[in-house]
């Protein structure tokens, strides 16, 4: 009975253990990175040279780190973490003036599935500004 019920722990293990690293899991690749993709109102779209994406309440998005991926009026920011719900975005002027920065909800999918995130990689979250 000792050797079944081992058998059996070890068996849900290692199934366990294979749906976080097998290539159809949700889990599977930690090495594709993260973005916030910030669209940008119509009024603002010929002005913004870069946008900057921080993560938490309290960051300040630098010029520095702003990106200048941009197709039609989405940003798209690489980030290195997915944590908060919370963030802030500047938009960057062709001068380097910060033309808007704000507070904004993060809301994570998974690159793969569009589902809420569960694992600590491969996600992205759409920001709209108005």
């Known amino acids: ?7 059996t722990i070890g068996v849900g293990l290692a199934l366990a253990l294979a749906g976080c690293s097998s290539p159809g899991s949700a889990c599977a690749d ?47 920011v690489p980030i290195e973490q997915t944590q908060d719900e919370r ?3 500047a ?14 909800e993060l809301a994570w999918t998974d690159y793969g599935f569009g589902a809420p995130l569960q694992c600590r990689g491969s996600g992205v979250a759409e920001v709209r500004l108005d």
């Open 30 to 76: 930690y090495g594709q990175g993260n973005a916030v993709n910030v669209v940008v109102p119509g009024h603002l779209a010929d002005a913004v040279e870069s946008v900057a994406v921080c993560i938490g309440t309290d960051c300040t998005p630098e010029q520095e780190s702003a990106t200048s991926e941009v197709e039609g009026a989405t940003w798209t």
């Open 91 to 104: 938009l960057f002027g062709v001068d380097g003036a910060r033309l808007d920065e704000r507070g904004v």
């Open 1 to 7: 009975m000792r050797t079944l019920v081992t058998a």
């Open 87 to 89: 963030g802030r975005v």
